[in-house]
């Protein structure tokens, strides 16, 4: 009944907030917030998070308020777990006993309003006072929590909040958290236009007449028209067709960490004009997109035409992309033949590939003279950069797995072993999983063992993680 009254008086974000709650299930007589993360794990998320970089920033702009003012600052995942906070000693000890520490969960389904989880739900920033905390153990509590948006993918990827043990919280509170949240996303941008130029000034080249360059999250990174920058398209996939901003429809090439849309043969630009007309001299170079990751049926795409390939000719390309010096023809038969090899069957091999590719396949030394977007080289790029989460969305398993060329199993070896290293050592929840599913990552114990460690109790994939666990060690 008690209940029933406040819900009265609420105001209206709380009162659809406690309406969230009761559907969730949540009592008011919780203790305190789920612990969902160890030590070890926290450690893993913050590592992975892209939070992470701007932490010091963060922290200098609410250390005032937390050190000296007895609050608390926490800052979350997209989920409401908790990866960073600061505060004075006495107010951590009065927040660790409900929770409010790094490892555990502050989400509305977990412990119902409060700052984070319904800043998080809304999508804005809130505030929620005392009693207007579902669980009775927050009535103590007050705190102002603002969400933070990925600039790239439009998505909220955290929180961060100011909580104490009072009544109200200054109104300047409210202002603080979202103008940390607006400075936070500011920096996120920044590290987005960077990224931009960077794959700019590597694909432009790529790109062809009225084609459109976008990211793996739809953002338009070049195009003929400069009004269409920055807009967001579908999310394309390959070979899949995409409408652009001027209706026509377009097939997604993918480039590594980029798609290129290419406008269907005889689409209209819609100013009347030839789209060749416009591409400059230097963009007129072939491109050979090579796929041999994770696959028993090795292909490129030459200016857009998919070719299947063998695998000794999908060895010869791949080895030639990794020496774009070229490569004499002993060289390329120790390569792929070891002591064994003979510079007579490479000229046999050379001469069927260039019966296939034309004249980007040459000779004196054999080199391939085109743009070359690999996507074995892309995933040794971004790892280069330390950008697990790109390598992971980009590595589909290991170099040509048939192969028994002795460059290509070395140059396989390596780089499944620094893609290994980098998800175990770097890479959150969402990356363990996804590299779980490649060939290599179903048979790895250790990657489940972390993988059991990180995902929250009631996550769906936790089953399926024990299940091949237990076989594993039942082998």
């Known amino acids: 009944m008690v209940v029933q009254n406040q819900v009265v008086a609420a105001r209206p974000p709380i009162a659809e907030s406690w309406r969230r709650s009761r559907a969730a299930g949540v009592a008011a007589g919780i203790a305190a917030a789920p612990l969902v993360f160890d030590r070890d794990t926290v450690a893993d998320a913050r590592g992975a998070h892209p939070l992470d ?3 010091p920033l963060l922290r200098d702009l609410l250390r005032h308020v937390a050190d000296e003012t007895e609050h608390l600052m926490v800052i979350t995942d997209e989920a409401g777990r908790a990866l960073w906070t600061q505060g004075p000693p006495a107010v951590r000890r009065e927040a660790e006993r409900i929770g409010l520490m790094e490892g555990f969960c502050w989400s509305e389904a977990a412990v119902g309003t409060n700052g984070i989880g319904t800043a998080l739900a809304t999508g804005r920033a809130e505030y929620v006072y005392a009693t207007e905390h579902v669980a009775h153990v927050l009535h103590r ?6 969400p933070i948006t990925d600039p790239d ?3 909220i990827i955290g929180c961060i909040d100011v909580s104490a043990t009072v009544e109200t919280l200054h109104p300047a509170t409210v202002a603080l958290v979202a103008a940390a949240a607006r400075l936070a996303e500011a920096r996120l941008e920044v590290d987005m236009r960077r990224r931009d130029e960077r794959l700019r000034e590597r694909f432009l080249g790529h790109l062809r007449g009225a084609g459109v360059l976008v990211t793996a999250s739809g953002r338009v990174l070049a195009a003929r028209r400069e009004d269409w920058r920055g807009m967001r398209l579908a999310v394309p996939s390959e070979g899949g067709a995409v ?5 026509r429809v377009a097939l997604a090439e993918p480039l590594g960490e980029v798609y290129l849309l290419r406008p269907r043969a005889g689409a209209d630009s819609g100013d009347g004009r030839d789209p060749a007309a416009d591409r400059p001299v230097q963009d007129r170079r072939p491109l050979l997109t090579l796929a041999l990751l994770g696959t028993d049926q090795p292909s490129a795409r030459l200016d857009g035409v998919h070719l299947p390939l063998s695998l000794r000719h999908a060895e010869i390309l791949a080895l ?3 020496h774009p010096e070229g490569l004499s023809g002993d060289r390329l038969s120790w390569h792929l033949y070891g002591d064994d090899g003979s510079p007579v069957t490479v000229r046999a091999e050379i001469h069927r590939l260039r019966a296939q590719l034309g004249g980007v396949v040459r000779a004196k030394p054999y080199r391939l003279d085109c743009a070359i977007d690999a996507d074995f080289l ?5 790892l280069d950069e330390g950008d697990v989460a790109g390598a992971v969305r980009l590595y589909d398993g290991e170099l040509l797995p048939r192969s028994d060329a002795p460059a290509v199993r070395a140059e396989r070896d390596e780089l499944a072993v620094r893609f290994r290293r980098s998800v175990l050592a770097r890479g959150g929840a969402d990356a363990l999983w996804t590299y779980a599913q490649t060939e290599q990552g179903r048979a790895d114990l250790e990657a489940l063992e972390r993988l059991r460690e990180v995902l929250p109790q009631d996550d769906p994939r936790l089953p399926a ?8 060690l039942d082998d």
């Open 378 to 382: 892309t995933v040794r790029r971004v």
């Open 141 to 146: 509590w007050s705190c102002a929590g603002a």
């Open 465 to 472: 993680v024990a299940a091949r666990r237990a076989l594993l």
């Open 53 to 55: 970089p701007h932490l």
């Open 320 to 322: 030639l992309a990794l």
């Open 153 to 155: 993918t439009g998505r």
């Open 243 to 247: 409408t652009l901003p001027d209706g």
